[in-house]
């Protein structure tokens, strides 16, 4: 079946833009989250829904980033006014329930936003 | 401050032989604990994990160790293959711990020499 899809692939901006991500999880799965990954680190935890409901963002880095799932299926995330610091490759996952910590999550391929 | 460090950037082995990555973890909060393998312009695919209630869990060519007091484990995969050519990621999270997402270490290149 489809996996996790993210758009679009390749993003590049200029600094003070803003723009929006968009994912689309694996059908049916009711834990949703994004990640940032920065070059030569690994992803870093940015913010968690389950369904509609935005649980956890604790990790967004600023007021500037934000993120919705309306509907409980696809979502958003925006970064407003761009900064050369925001460049990195954000990654969406989707786990099949409610997280607890056993489920497995599952990653799609990512954004890579470049920010000049 | 890292809480999940993967101490090795790269790892070069020969193919055919073992392949020995390592993951050390400061939270002892940690009870869980995943293995991502991420190939170039992919997003990382789950691998194998493992519960603190056990030291050991094998998936065929791969097993997993966990040694809780000294908040160590390691990725053994044997016999090593060309395909296994990619960045692993070792990844843990608290059961029951919520949303808080999965915490990463920063990744080892491992290159399989034929």
């Known amino acids: 079946g489809a996996g996790v899809s993210q758009s679009p692939r390749y993003k590049v901006a200029k600094r003070g833009q803003d723009v929006a991500l968009r994912c689309d999880p694996i059908?049916?799965?009711?834990?949703l989250f994004w990640y940032q990954q920065a070059l030569g680190q690994g992803p870093e935890f940015l913010t968690y829904?389950?369904?509609?409901?935005?649980?956890?963002k604790s990790g967004l880095p600023s007021d500037r980033f934000f993120a919705e799932r309306p509907e409980g299926s696809v979502s958003t995330l925006k970064i407003q006014r761009t900064q050369q610091e925001d460049s990195a490759v954000y990654l969406c996952?989707?786990?099949?329930?409610?997280?607890?910590?056993?489920?497995?999550?599952?990653f799609g391929p990512g954004t890579r936003l470049l920010v000049l | 401050d890292q809480q999940v460090k993967q101490n090795s950037p790269s790892l070069s082995v020969q193919e055919g032989r073992i392949s020995i990555l390592n993951c050390d973890y400061t939270?002892?909060?940690?009870?869980?604990f995943l293995w991502y393998k991420k190939y170039p312009a992919e997003g990382p695919t789950f691998l194998i994990s493992i519960s603190s209630i056990k030291d050991k869990n094998e998936d065929g060519r791969f097993t997993v160790f966990l040694n809780k007091s000294a908040k160590h484990l390691s990725l053994h995969i044997v016999p090593s293959q060309p395909g296994d050519s990619a960045v692993y990621f070792c990844?843990?999270?608290?059961?029951?711990?919520?949303?808080?997402?999965?915490?990463f270490g920063k990744g080892t290149h491992l290159i399989i020499q034929p």
């Open positions: 990844a843990a999270s608290v059961i029951g711990g919520g949303a808080d997402g999965l915490t």
């Open positions: 996952a989707s786990s099949h329930s409610v997280m607890t910590g056993r489920e497995t999550q599952y």
């Open positions: 939270n002892s909060m940690f009870d869980y």
């Open positions: 829904f389950q369904n509609e409901a935005q649980l956890d």
């Open positions: 059908s049916g799965h009711v834990s």
